[in-house]
């Protein structure tokens, strides 16, 4: 018995959705209204939709994991016509039209897979993976916060200066959104939030450094606006280290540029590397891994799957679109279309056009930077701008209100109120010691 | 080096607080009032004070675990005579009055052990802790809400009949307050927030034990009370299996006088063993392992080391005191009166008596009992009070409207906001393999 047994999707045209990340979601809620025409079923590992570009904030303590996460099949809880199934894929087959899972199959009529990016570590996964944790899961954003929190702890009660030093280091890895947003969040933390609450750390020896290794940050950027950028991390107290390619890392710290810096704290957003879904396909893939898509972002000789996000690569005007959330919603509500009109077999569709609605990114509490086309600005109303457009993304977050209310608190207090240590490694002990000495629970 | 040498407390008497619950907070919110005449030092094995009456609340996914969660260091803040230390006592050396960390070592003048308790486990710890957490922390709640989400997203997949009714099946083991709460919030989780979800479970496979040794549940609170909350459980669909003793555990389920239940999800609330403190202080204690301790809470012969909460025992009207909260917070206020009277030569204080301001248990989303003395009511007046108290006890949680905000969404719409699985064993892969498999991250 299969899966697609139990979830049999009848006989209308059945539509698989492999990811539940911006392109997926976008394209199964664009199919739920096309119900009765076809039966959909939305494959995700994990239970949850994630708002990523507000990760940083769960990594800093700022926000919790269920502020930015939302169950797909809640979404989704309203399309009579879908089925949401938390498995992994395992492989495809095209020929016979289906997806392996790691519990069952499931066959398909279409398929689109939207299955993301992960880090790339650029042949270092083994080693640097396990010593810097990316951002881009809630387990890599605990990770982080677990390791930013625990290095302060350990340090209040370090003897050892050279030891205090090396704790109180904390190096990103990479120069574009993701590490310039951690780096002044990592700022922020530490010395507005919680040199005020430690009796014995020194905030001359808290050193935050960002290492890029091209001669710029936010390189996706105009010159005029990563310059911004810098001056304000710079002002926040991150040490920016440009033209500093990484050549080593061990569980001590990292060598940039021939220099060795001691550090317990490594985070990785250096780059990313697409999914599997290359391999699955058996598909061309550029450098990255990204398959190559038909400008309608179907798999060439197969006109029943599509590829979409990071997950896939298309020129428009000359350059490869960018992985970036507004890009994969866009395709997601695209292919949807797509699928509709072929069933339909109504007037076939232009190719995929990326209508570009601008860039930001921000820098510590009050500062963004923001690129609409032509229009360039920097500064707090930036930011004000920058936090409006993530509130109304937030979608299907009903919980919209009070993550801005959390904000809002946060803003004015400076404090970050999801500053939990749990499964700490520092102080793990054998689960049978550990049951013996619990403590510290007084009710 | 120790860290008795950084942390050094001058001239002036050094206390020791070991534990941040309910007992060791108050002590260290009073005895900071109390500056400069003595310095603190607070050590917990955790970076945070836990407000554990709302655990199940985070169990059952209606909050995040920051939402009843503070950081020790962030409560007393403002207490210049205090230090706070995170790391895990190894053990006492009275003689020479010195606390060992697990990291260092600290001298005291005088000492407040207020360790809590943990799961008592019968004399099977190494069996079934492993297969039945209990919830006593964030991790027991992370994991428990971790196994009732998952349990739904298997059965939505599964095949077998058998296998469906076995993930279907939550067994909560113990009558007590605990053991209520979880199972009316499990039960509304099942049938009000995810049932609706799910397309393939059927609401009359869900089964919901409650289980219990003895003759009825609840049996702190009068008969009557008792009764109308057994009742309320079973409107909301809990099976109650009275004077069923637990005889058997395994991964595939349990035996209850004689009865072979198949289930994955098992939750232990049966009761508490005192921590380790009595061996560290080579004290008496009684078959829950709590330090019997004086009048004026100090340990025999050792008027500088006093025992309170869930890690001590204390007789009051021919009764032991209850293990709960608002004994271990007027014990916390008490020691710190004892403890400024030594310092002063004042007058001597009273032995300790507690003052009962009543019970209360809830169950379900509108529903609780209490009992103030005489006084005995139930239904949703007892429910708002139940509320309004645990709201105002939320000390030193400066979320505390968010909190209400949440709750108040989530009791109009029955929605659960923190549904996330993170770090599941039943998808986890080995590292390397989930490097190169990383997925539907879309951004």
């Known amino acids: 018995m299969t899966v697609q047994d139990k979830t049999s999707p009848g006989t209308h045209p059945h539509v698989v959705i492999i990811g539940g990340g911006f392109g997926g979601l976008q394209a199964a809620l664009a199919l739920g209204k096309k119900e009765p025409a076809l039966q959909l079923t939305v494959i995700d590992r994990t239970n949850h939709h994630l708002f990523q ?83 881009k899961s809630i387990e890599d954003a605990q ?26 280091t904390f190096v990103v890895i990479g120069g574009g959104p993701t590490g310039v947003e951690l780096a002044g969040a990592i700022a922020e933390l530490a010395f507005k939030t919680l040199i005020p609450e430690f009796r014995h750390i020194d905030p001359s020896r808290i050193h935050i450094l960002l290492i890029e290794a091209l001669p710029n940050i936010l390189n996706a950027f105009p010159a005029e606006l990563s310059s911004k950028a810098k001056h304000e991390l710079q002002r926040l107290g991150v040490d920016i280290r440009v033209n500093s390619p990484l050549e080593e890392m061990t569980t001590d710290g990292v060598i940039a540029r021939g220099e060795w810096i001691p550090s317990d704290t490594v985070i990785w957003t250096a780059g ?92 510590g509490r009050a500062f963004a ?29 009903e919980n919209r209100v009070i993550v801005m209310l959390q904000w809002g608190w946060s803003y004015l207090r400076f404090q970050r109120r999801a500053r939990i240590i749990t499964r700490s490694a520092w102080l793990s002990i054998p689960h049978q010691k550990k049951a013996s000495q619990s403590k510290h629970n007084g009710a």
Chains 1, 2 share one sequence.
């Not at 005007?317 to 009109?341: C, E, F, H, N």
């Open 53 to 135: 570009p507000l990760l940083y904030q769960v990594a800093t303590a700022a926000l919790s994991p269920a502020d930015i996460s939302t169950p797909i099949r809640h979404v989704l809880r309203k399309q009579k016509n879908t089925v949401v199934i938390m498995s992994e894929v395992t492989g495809i087959n095209m020929d016979e039209k289906r997806v392996y899972l790691r519990h069952g199959n499931i066959s398909y009529d279409y398929l689109i897979v939207a299955t993301g990016a992960h880090e790339n570590y650029f042949g270092h996964t083994e080693s640097w993976k396990p010593l810097a944790p990316g951002l």
């Open 369 to 397: 930077i923001v690129n609409v086309g032509k229009i360039r600005f920097a500064g707090f109303l930036a930011w004000i701008l920058w936090l409006a457009v993530h509130i109304v993304y937030l979608i299907g977050y």
């Open 143 to 168: 990770e982080i916060r677990r390791k930013l929190l625990l290095a302060f702890e350990k340090a209040e009660i370090e003897t050892n200066p050279e030891r205090i030093q090396q704790l109180l």
């Open 272 to 363: 990313v590397l697409a999914s599997s879904a290359g391999k699955w396909l058996n598909a061309e893939t550029d450098r990255a891994g990204r398959v190559k898509v038909l400008p309608d972002l179907s798999l060439p000789e197969h006109p029943e799957i599509f590829v979409l996000g990071d997950t896939a690569t298309l020129m428009q005007d000359g350059k490869p679109l960018p992985g970036i959330a507004p890009v994969a919603m866009q395709q997601g509500r695209y292919v949807a279309s797509v699928i509709g009109q072929r069933l339909t077999n109504s007037q076939p569709i232009a190719p995929f056009r990326y209508h570009d609605k601008g860039y930001m990114a921000t820098v």
